[in-house]
């Protein structure tokens, strides 16, 4: 079992910055990817910026932050963290940070409670 708790939304204005955080505990040392996705009002949660291969270290980011957003990572504190700079109205969304166990025969998907982050124009 793995669990994630973010920090770090909050209201910003078009053009600021945020950096969420996410602390993993538990099995931590079975995590296979981990990352950070959003939903926003009426929409369906998407993937914002992963870390698709925690030995690789392999990212991949959604086109509409990519050059905005940076995902890092301290294996030390286990945490994952997510930069976001040049904030626009479209980004504001709850943000949810997942962890992932890949097993040769299956998946498991740990969640987060999620985070806020409000842009006001």
């Known amino acids: 079992q793995v669990q994630v708790v973010e920090s770090g939304g909050g209201l910003v204005q078009t053009g600021g910055s945020l950096r969420l955080s996410c602390v993993a505990s538990?099995?931590?040392?079975?995590?296979?990817?981990i990352g950070w996705y959003r939903q926003a009002p009426g929409k369906e949660r998407e993937p914002v910026a992963t870390?698709?291969?925690?030995?690789?270290?392999?990212?991949d980011y959604d086109d509409s932050v990519k050059g905005r957003f940076t995902i890092s990572r301290d294996n030390a504190k286990n945490a994952v963290y997510l930069q976001m700079n040049s904030l626009k109205v479209e980004d504001t969304a709850v943000y949810f940070c997942?962890?992932?166990?890949?097993?040769?025969?299956?998946?498991?998907?740990?969640w987060g409670q999620g985070t806020q982050v409000t842009v006001s124009s």
């Open positions: 997942k962890a992932e166990i890949k097993t040769r025969w299956d998946r498991f998907d740990y």
């Open positions: 538990g099995r931590t040392d079975r995590i296979t990817g």
């Open positions: 870390i698709e291969d925690t030995v690789s270290g392999d990212t």
